[in-house]
């Protein structure tokens, strides 16, 4: 019987769907104002331009850059307004097509407002220079609750889609090398 009951449990650990650990993550970090690269797999958030409505994409990673700030908007519920460290009163928005663009900051619009849940957090990340800080991440919009997905190709602009555990929705935030 605890032979059996041991096997179900192995089982039942080797099919758990990878979709289920995107989905329910477990940590929202605590940014201590540090900028950050936001990276997947293969590539790294960017934007076009340092300008209003300049897309968000996601070139090849490297790195070497922390191109935005996280800023948290409150308690008990903790959403984010993600902002450009080239002009701090730029903010990472939606459009109506669900592209990512850049935005004047308007904290009443709740299409600039994100939530990030992750699988692993690290604390006191002011400290940690050029490593990954908080991974396994889900970027949502507060407004739809859709991911944050990187484009097909590096240029085009991220957008909104349902939220499924592809890499594609799937980010890790790295600070700066020292």
């Given amino acids: ?4 009951s041991m096997i179900l449990l192995a089982a039942s650990l080797v099919s758990a769907s990878p979709v289920a650990r995107q989905l329910a993550p477990v940590c929202s970090p605590n940014f201590e104002g540090v900028a950050v690269s ?13 300008s209003v409505g300049a897309d968000v ?20 519920s903790v959403s984010y ?3 450009t460290i080239s002009n701090n009163d730029l903010v990472v928005a939606v459009r109506p097509d669900a592209t990512l663009e850049l935005a004047s900051i308007d904290s009443s619009d709740i299409a600039q407002e ?9 604390t006191d990340i002011s400290l940690i220079k050029g490593a ?9 919009s507060v407004a739809t609750g ?6 097909a190709q590096k240029e085009d602009a ?3 889609a349902p939220c499924n555990g592809k890499d594609s929705q799937n980010f890790d935030f790295w600070t700066a090398p020292a």
């Fill in 38 to 50: 936001v990276t997947n797999s293969a590539r790294e958030w960017g934007i076009t331009s340092a």
């Fill in 132 to 140: 990954p800080v908080s991974f396994g991440c889900n970027i949502t």
């Fill in 57 to 76: 994409i996601s070139p090849t990673s490297d790195l070497q850059t922390s191109n935005f700030r996280f800023e948290q908007r409150g308690q008990p």
């Fill in 81 to 83: 307004t993600i902002k």
């Fill in 114 to 122: 994100w939530n990030v849940l992750c699988d692993n957090c690290s």
């Fill in 146 to 151: 859709y991911c944050v997905q990187i484009g």
């Fill in 1 to 4: 019987m605890l032979f059996t």
């Fill in 158 to 160: 991220m957008f909104l």
